[in-house]
Nanobody
């Protein structure tokens, strides 16, 4: 029933930009906080960015600050991750996730999210 579908990944050179999208269906999108995570082969899933249900608060991992911007359009049931100045260490599968807004938003913890997308590959070459 619930689907989160990421898109927008691809291969870019270092210094380039990508905008990831996550389209949600089967849930009341405005009732969910949204997060972005990434996972490289052999590594744990890592928090990247998050945004509260109404977009009033955003959160970023240190390596993303100043380069990435998370936003959402509740009318379109979509959350975005604009990634600028990409670096090879950004290479990973990127996932979006949804957390019910009435819960405590422990945004860095993957286990706190209710639903996950299938991921989209981002590869940054040097």
């Amino acid at each position: 029933q619930v689907q989160l579908v990421e898109s927008g990944g691809g291969l870019v050179q270092a210094g380039g930009s990508l905008r990831l999208s996550c389209a949600a269906s089967g849930l009341t999108f405005s009732r969910y906080h949204m997060g972005w995570f990434r996972q490289a082969p052999g590594k744990e899933r890592e928090f990247v960015a998050a945004i509260t249900w109404n977009g009033t608060n955003t959160y970023y991992t240190d390596s993303a600050k100043g380069r990435f911007t998370v936003s959402r359009d509740n009318a379109k049931n979509t959350v975005y991750l604009q990634m600028n100045s990409l670096k090879p260490e950004d290479t990973a599968v990127y996932y979006c996730a949804a957390d019910w807004w009435r819960s405590v938003f422990d945004y860095v913890n993957p286990g706190s999210y209710n639903f996950w997308g299938q991921g989209t590959q981002v590869t940054v070459s040097s």
